[in-house]
């Protein structure tokens, strides 16, 4: 059978072989529940706080400041809710190519909390408009959360973190940055970055899937989304996922370590492809701020509509290469991306998003482009 090409890293990763080591004995022998007081309890809270502790210093943050959750999804659910709940905030500002886990939970406080959600305006290479962005906040009476995602997920857009978080500290706005795609792949620094809420997901940076973490300042107190029980400090009710959670701090600790080596090597990959893709296919072009402020990790390749490339995907496939359409969430659902339409709405144009990691090689992106080649 021939080998897989797998280039949609930003759905998510194969997991580390050193993390998988570190999550087999939660797995297997040290299988006691964490909120036990007996021996085998008290092993599975003490993985659990030494992960927390790992966690929060490499984020440079505090242990108390770190709350695991089953992902990204669950973790901004608990940031929006949480902000017009408890933190009085009666505006939301957000933008129309957020995540859906952030827009579809802005939707929901809207309905049931009778908010107000803003859309702030994007230049034309798909960045926030900071000005715009400052207009909303200084012209709205009401305390706003500011929901805008640290890196967008299709386009890769990076945004201003610091820029947008001293926005909110002068307009005494909260702000919720969705770090679920740089988390793992770029250093945070938590005590110099002006946030309240930052969300992160294992399987992003090759641990495990269903685990995640919300970071959430000290100096915010919310209540719990999740009741039932008083595990994390009485934050999020249920067993704890033990293995999952040692397999995030483990994975955080890999990827922070081997960030610079690993960081250059991806993004000279990217490169390698862009500069193929021009070479040899006609009229592409490419979606965000490609040559700036982007993501090492994606590429989003805009190419001209056919009755070929409406199957590309597919065909993809069928050659055994991995790639996504638009939004990793919506991943072979051809329901179009809201991303997409906000950004660069053009008929006569499908999309692809080409996403790597430190497993990619040149030899991968030859065959890519000779099968592209042979479709389009």
Excluded: W
């Excluded at 945070?188 to 899937?209: D, E, M």
């Excluded at 339409?341 to 030859?366: G, L, M, V």
Aim: net charge neutral; with cysteine; aromatic share 6%.
């Amino acid at each position: 059978m021939k080998e897989r090409i797998y280039l949609d890293n930003a759905a998510t990763t194969s997991l580390d072989k050193d993390v998988l080591d570190a999550m087999m004995p939660y797995l297997t022998t040290h299988y006691g529940n964490p909120s036990s007081i007996y021996s085998y309890g008290r092993e599975s809270r003490l993985a659990i706080e030494n992960s927390r502790k790992l966690i929060a210093k490499l984020l440079n943050a505090h242990p108390s400041e770190i709350f695991f959750t089953s992902g990204g999804t669950e973790s901004t659910s608990m940031a929006i809710l949480a902000a017009v709940r408890d933190l009085n905030c009666k505006h939301i500002i957000t933008s129309p190519i957020e995540h859906h886990a952030t827009l579809h939970a802005a939707e929901y406080v809207q309905k049931t909390e009778k908010i107000t959600v803003s859309n702030v305006s994007l230049l034309p290479n798909g960045h926030i408009n900071l000005e715009n962005l400052a207009h909303l906040l200084s012209s709205i009476p009401e305390k706003c959360l500011v929901a805008l995602m640290h890196a967008n997920n299709e386009i890769g857009n990076l945004s201003d973190i610091y820029a947008i978080g001293d926005l909110c500290k002068q307009n005494n706005a909260i702000y919720f940055a969705d770090t679920v795609q740089t988390l793992g792949h770029y250093p945070i620094n938590l005590r110099n970055t002006p946030v309240h809420f930052i969300t992160g997901s294992a399987h992003k940076f090759h641990g495990p899937k269903g685990v995640g973490i919300i970071y959430i300042n000290e100096n915010v107190k919310i209540k719990p989304l999740i009741y039932g029980g008083a595990q994390e400090r009485n934050m999020r009710a249920g067993t704890e996922n033990v293995a999952g959670i040692v397999g995030f701090a483990k994975a955080l600790e890999i990827a922070s370590e081997n960030y610079l080596a690993d960081s250059t090597y991806i993004k000279s990959i990217k490169l390698y492809m862009m500069e193929q893709l021009r070479k040899h296919l006609k009229h592409v072009n490419f979606n965000g701020d490609v040559a700036g402020s982007s993501l090492y990790s994606v590429l989003s390749v805009n190419i001209p509509s056919s009755e070929k490339s409406e199957m590309l995907i597919y065909n993809l496939d069928i050659n055994h290469i991995c790639a996504s359409g638009g939004s990793a969430c919506t991943s072979g659902a051809n329901q179009g991306s809201h991303v997409m339409q906000a950004i660069n709405n053009n008929p006569n144009q499908d999309t692809i998003r080409f996403s790597f990691s430190k497993h990619n090689t040149y030899k991968e992106i030859d065959a890519v482009i000779k099968v592209l080649k042979d479709i389009v």
